[in-house]
């Protein structure tokens, strides 16, 4: 999924949002820097090096660059950006439902990632 397709997915599911692209771009790039530390970094997953808006920020981040979680797992991103705006303005009913949803996805992740990837020498996971 890319940074674009994410906030179009997320402004689909909150038309006419009252926070700033930026704020929601800055948001993918927390996150997959989070997603990267705590899940990709620890294990042999480093097929998605290169990838993700993190990396792509220092650079301005653009609509076509690629976030870090693949398909199927990548329909966390829109949950994650409704979450956030949900938080951001009040909204905690929703922040709720938005933040399970994607707490499911991540935990399907984390799973997949367990049974695909052997942690790297010296690194343990914990759950």
């Known amino acids: 999924m890319t ?5 179009e997915r997320a402004e ?10 930026r704020t929601r771009q800055r948001w993918l790039c927390e996150v997959d820097g989070m997603l990267r530390e705590k899940f990709f970094r620890p294990s042999s997953a ?9 990396i792509a920020w220092d650079n301005g981040l653009r609509d076509d660059d690629v ?3 693949p398909p199927p797992f990548d329909s966390l991103y829109p949950h994650y950006l409704c979450a956030m705006t949900d938080a951001a303005l ?19 992740l984390a799973a997949w990632l367990r ?7 010296g690194c343990s996971w914990r759950w």
């Open 12 to 21: 689909e599911l909150r038309p006419g949002s009252r926070v700033a692209a």
């Open 46 to 54: 480093d097929s998605r090096e290169g990838v993700g808006a993190d």
């Open 115 to 121: 049974r695909k990837n052997l942690p790297a020498r």
């Open 67 to 69: 976030l870090l979680v």
């Open 90 to 108: 009040g909204e905690n009913d929703r922040y709720a439902g938005e933040q399970a949803q994607y707490n499911s996805i991540l935990a399907e």
């Open 3 to 7: 940074v674009g397709e994410a906030m």
